[in-house]
């Protein structure tokens, strides 16, 4: 029984020395997929060294707390490699997950990708 291939969850582009991270799904609900983020994630701080870190939810319409999870460990990585974390284009229905869990105070959530590329 052979795994199935490793879908890339994650579009990633360089604008200046900031990585601009999207994602693929529009639902980040499954586990076996949070889990491939979060090594996706996690592998752009710890294998490629990138300090400075911009997620784009613009696609996203679901995200389960176990996703939050990851993002909670990838700020740590990213803190620890004394870089930068901003999220930008959260949903309102997702955005207030972030507030309920008070995790809108631990993230440096911004609106859009413009303003936030200016913020790093």
């Known amino acids: 029984m052979s795994a199935a291939p490793r879908r890339r969850r994650l579009e990633v582009e360089e604008i200046g020395d900031v990585t601009v991270v999207n ?7 499954d ?19 990138r300090k400075k870190l911009l997620l784009n939810f613009s696609n996203v319409e679901y995200l389960s707390s176990a996703a939050l999870g990851k993002f909670i460990t990838l700020n740590k990585k990213v803190n620890a490699a004394a870089g930068k974390l901003i999220l930008c284009n959260i949903d309102a229905q997702i955005y207030e997950v972030f507030e309920i869990t008070k995790l809108n ?16």
């Open 105 to 120: 105070k631990l993230f440096n959530i911004l609106k859009d990708e413009q303003t936030a590329l200016q913020a790093f």
């Open 31 to 49: 586990e076996q997929n949070i889990q491939t983020i979060g090594e996706q994630l996690f592998s752009l701080v710890d294998e490629q060294g």
């Open 23 to 29: 994602f693929v799904d529009k639902k980040i609900l």
